[in-house]
């Protein structure tokens, strides 16, 4: 039987992992956070809705890329 295409065995860090664990945590939290933010901001338009989104989400994304990375790199050291 041939080997699973997705089994991998990194040198390091995951990265596969931490991209798609960042990507869920930052869908499960960072919509919500996002939409809760922009009901105190006044966005009139779809442009300002989406540029909303854009500021707000980014630094979300980064935050939880590095804390996602530090853990995998954590857990990896133990």
Do not use: C, H, N
Not at 23 to 43: E, H, K, Y
Request: hydrophobic content about 55%; proline content about 6%.
């Amino acid at each position: 039987m041939p080997e699973r295409v997705e089994t991998t065995d990194p040198d390091g860090v995951d990265f596969g992992w931490v991209m798609q664990t960042t990507f869920v945590i930052t869908i499960v939290v960072g919509a919500p956070l996002v939409a809760v933010l922009s009901t105190a901001v006044d966005l009139p338009t779809w442009g300002a809705r989406a540029e909303f989104a854009v500021r707000v989400g980014a630094p979300v994304w980064f935050v939880t890329a590095l804390a996602v990375f530090a853990y995998a790199k954590r857990t990896q050291e133990e």
